[in-house]
T-cell receptor, first 110, second 115 residues
């Protein structure tokens, strides 16, 4: 079993839809949870960063962490075609090692 | 503020040739990472440097791979000899490692094709 599981998709939604992206993990030592966005032929860029459980909102993006269920989510409200990218979840116990999910490919259709 | 700079952006080489990928981390970041990304295996950590010292190279797939960081502003990843299965995107990344979890900043990648 992988430490971090993420559905690779692809996920296709119409413009304006609410998008829900999810990851599950097995290592209870993870404390730091991140979402990276990767556009085609580019490097991943940090989108959201949360510590421990709870919610964090930044504009149209909301990250949720449920440590009891070992489950994290990223919600995108009012999705735009420019949100079309691969979204990678990532997590760390605080050391140098960050474990990445496989990434979910998202397509937002105009 | 310049991000992580990688070169070359694209490389096509023949099997058996030596490949050298280069990286300039973000100024002031004391940690540097080399990752490899493939469709099959996703993003894999190859090696991690802290203050120019290799800390963990357990992700380096074989002895054909080597990495160096001679100073705080430069690192190389070398593959010798290269094989077709080394074809992938290689990312260099750096982090300030503030102790608040490692926020990693990636370069745009070096796209390697070995034929």
């Amino acid at each position: 079993q992988k430490e971090v599981e993420q559905d690779p998709g692809p996920l296709s939604v119409p413009e304006g839809a609410i998008v829900s992206l999810n990851c599950t993990y097995s290592n209870s030592a993870f404390q730091y949870f991140m979402w990276y966005r990767q556009y085609s032929r580019k490097g991943p860029e940090l989108l959201m960063y949360t510590y421990s459980s709870g919610n964090k909102e930044d504009g149209r993006f909301t990250a949720q962490v449920d440590k009891s269920s070992k489950y994290i989510s990223l919600f995108i409200r009012d999705s735009q075609p420019s949100d079309s990218a691969t979204y990678l979840c990532a997590m760390s116990s605080g050391g140098f090692k960050t474990i990445f999910g496989a990434g979910t490919r998202l397509f937002v259709k105009a | 503020d310049a991000g992580v700079i990688q070169s070359p952006r694209h490389e096509v080489t023949e099997m058996g040739q030596e490949v050298t990928l280069r990286c300039k981390p973000i100024s002031g970041h004391n940690s540097l990472f080399w990752y490899r990304q493939t469709m099959m295996r996703g993003l894999e950590l190859l090696i991690y440097f802290n203050n120019n010292v290799p800390i963990d190279d357990s992700g380096m797939p074989e002895d054909r791979f080597s990495a160096k960081m001679p100073n705080a502003s430069f690192s190389t990843l070398k593959i010798q000899p290269s094989e077709p299965r080394d074809s992938a995107v290689y990312f260099c990344a750096s982090s300030p490692m503030t102790g608040l979890g490692n926020t990693i900043y990636f370069g745009e990648g070096s796209w390697l094709t070995v034929v």
